[in-house]
């Protein structure tokens, strides 16, 4: 899934992406009201991770406009206040379910599991890029029936190209949604990456699906 967290403690949103990423989930950060917005504006999440308390206005009012919008993605709100008050009007006001600080990424890691069981639109469908295969249920890809091994990251850069086949990413959308906020723009490990997933993916034989737009980015496209 692709995740937006909001939240304004930066150690405290880095360390929630840092897990999500780790279970391959593309993860986009925002610490205040009015970047989540324009986040929420310009692209699409399949569910919104968000605190209660920012800096800038109230997380509760945000979920009230992202329904107003009439995005029916799952939010799940955080929040160090556990009164049953508290709960009852974030759930009131669009909000699928409620997590009490300190965050166990586990527990949001289960939290969004059921979510997407009980949401249609999110239950994660095979995406077929020729004879391609990736499973986003089980984390993992085949090509001409044989199964490719890939690490972690490797799977994650494979579910954001695969999701906007035809499109070319750039490095700026790969390092910002498939790495974390230690990421160096000024390193080759992109490239590295992709040298990586391009041999498992584009084994000889098989035709070229990952290509390299000289100057822009990368793309999977079974018709080039």
Request: a neutral charge; hydrophobic letters at 40%.
């Amino acid at each position: 899934m692709r995740l937006l967290v909001v939240e304004d403690e930066e150690r405290l949103a880095s360390s929630i992406a840092r897990g999500l990423r780790q279970a391959s989930h593309a993860v986009d950060i925002a610490t205040r009201a009015q970047e989540a917005r324009k986040k929420i504006g310009s692209e699409t999440y399949d569910a919104v991770v968000l605190d209660v308390m920012l800096p800038d206005g109230s997380g509760l009012d945000l979920a009230r406009e992202i329904r107003a919008a009439g995005h029916h993605y799952p939010v799940l709100m955080m929040t160090a206040r556990d009164s049953v008050e508290d709960r009852v009007t974030g759930l009131d006001l669009g909000a699928d379910d409620y997590l009490v600080k300190p965050i166990a990424i586990d527990e949001l890691l289960a939290r969004l599991r059921a979510v997407a069981r009980r949401t249609p639109e999110l239950r994660p469908n095979i995406r077929v890029i020729g004879d391609l295969i990736v499973n986003p249920a089980a984390r993992n890809a085949q090509r001409g029936g044989r199964t490719i091994e890939l690490t972690t990251t490797e799977y994650a850069l494979l579910d954001f190209l695969s999701r906007r086949v035809g499109q070319v990413c750039t490095r700026l959308e790969i390092a910002n949604t498939v790495w974390d906020e230690h990421f160096d723009p000024l390193s080759n490990i992109i490239d590295v990456y992709i040298a990586r997933l391009r041999r498992k993916i584009d084994f000889p034989g098989a035709k070229p699906l990952l290509h390299t737009v000289r100057g822009t980015g990368y793309v999977i496209d079974p018709d080039r």
